[in-house]
């Protein structure tokens, strides 16, 4: 059993009846599936409230649980779900490893996949999480004839990003 089915399991034992979450991770999708009904919202603060505010109402008789786990996983799940849905095909991520952000600290990590039309393509993504903002830089090109003469531009490019 993974941690995130003995997570959700312990949740259904302790009686929790709504589990909500930003953004969708393992434990959200491990709780829908021990029939906990997930409620996915938009901002982590409103979350929070809508869990304390299930607690106060119902004077602590069910438990309000929230959950905004965002890993750097959850961060590359989210970018290659996202270019599948928009058509991309075989969208493949690798080279997952920690990078300057700016002033701070992110994740770097490398695509491989192909257009509707079959053109392979390759990619970068730069990454950070920090309060209730995620900031993500995708660089593409057609790996054939541009990416590797453009990465080392874009790799500096990346390195310079600054953001609120």
Known sequence: MKAAAVVADIL???GVKFLIGYPVNQIIEAAAE???RTIIVRQERVGLHMADALSRVTS???????DSKMLPN?????VVGTLTKTGYQTVK??????????R???FCFDLDFSTP???QMKGMTMARKQNDTLDVFLFEAPSEYYFGALSPT???????AQTN
């Open 93 to 102: 991520p690798g080279n997952l490893t920690p990078c300057p952000f700016g």
């Open 154 to 160: 874009v790799s500096k490019v990346f390195a310079s």
């Open 34 to 36: 021990a029939d906990i």
């Open 74 to 78: 959850d961060i590359q799940d989210l």
């Open 104 to 106: 701070g600290q992110g």
């Open 117 to 119: 039309q079959g053109l």
């Open 60 to 66: 602590g008789d069910r438990i309000g649980v929230f």
């Open 12 to 14: 259904k034992r302790e």
